[in-house]
């Protein structure tokens, strides 16, 4: 079993709609969760951290559920520049690496 | 610098060749990390260090991949004897703290593309 997995799509959406990605991690002494976007053939960049409480930046949404070890990043007014494909990750404390995701692929249409 | 600055951009290898990729990290940044990525798949960890120690190499598939950073801060990996499977984009990663945290999160380069025929 992947120590994070991830529902590779795509999802399909309209422009306007709202989109929930979810990710399980395996590891429950993890300590650090994130979502990155990644479009194509270009690098992974920083799209929001996610933290206990949830987080909130502007029409992203991020929640962590540690009991059900979950993670979950919903997307608010679809643009078409959100086409993506959002890596979930996760860290372990006082490991260095972050372990990622396969990776959901999101396709926002007129 | 601005950013990560991986080079070359693109790599052709026949099998069998060695190759190096290096990677500039962003300036002062301690932590630097290593990272395959397959077609349709997340970055997988290769390796770690720590200025120029290498903490963790757990990720590096097998002998014939090496990394360096004799000076802590431009880094090298090397592939020898290249095979068809080391085909993948090979991602630097740098980061500012000892590790890498809601404080100090990973900063990318563009990748290498590696091809092996």
């Known amino acids: 079993r992947k120590e994070v997995e991830q529902d590779p799509g795509p999802f399909n959406v309209p422009e306007g709609a709202t989109v929930a990605f979810n990710c399980t991690y395996s590891?429950?002494?993890?300590?650090?969760f994130f979502w990155y976007r990644q479009d194509c053939r270009k690098e992974p960049k920083l799209l929001m951290s996610v933290y206990s409480s949830g987080n909130e930046d502007g029409r992203f949404t991020a929640q962590l559920n540690r009991a059900s070890q979950y993670i979950s990043l919903l997307i608010r007014d679809s643009k078409l520049s959100d086409s993506a494909t959002y890596l979930c990750v996760v860290n372990e404390e006082g490991f260095q690496k972050l372990v990622f995701g396969t990776g959901t692929r999101l396709l926002v249409s007129p | 610098g601005a950013g990560v600055s991986q080079s070359p951009r693109y790599k052709v290898a026949k099998r069998g060749q060695d190759v190096a990729l290096r990677c500039d990290p962003i300036s002062g940044h301690v932590s630097l990390f290593w990272y395959q990525q397959a077609l349709g798949q997340g970055p997988e960890f290769l390796t770690y260090?720590?200025?120029?120690?290498?903490?963790?190499k757990s990720g590096l598939p097998s002998d014939r991949f090496f990394a360096e950073r004799p000076e802590g801060s431009v880094s090298t990996l090397k592939i020898q004897r290249t095979q068809q499977e080391d085909s993948a984009v090979y991602l630097c990663?740098?980061?500012?703290?000892?590790?890498?945290?809601?404080?100090?999160?990973?900063?990318f380069g563009n990748g290498t593309r590696l091809t092996v025929t």
């Open positions: 990663a740098s980061s500012r703290d000892h590790y890498s945290s809601y404080n100090s999160p990973l900063h």
């Open positions: 260090f720590q200025n120029e120690a290498q903490l963790d």
């Open positions: 590891n429950s002494a993890s300590q650090s």
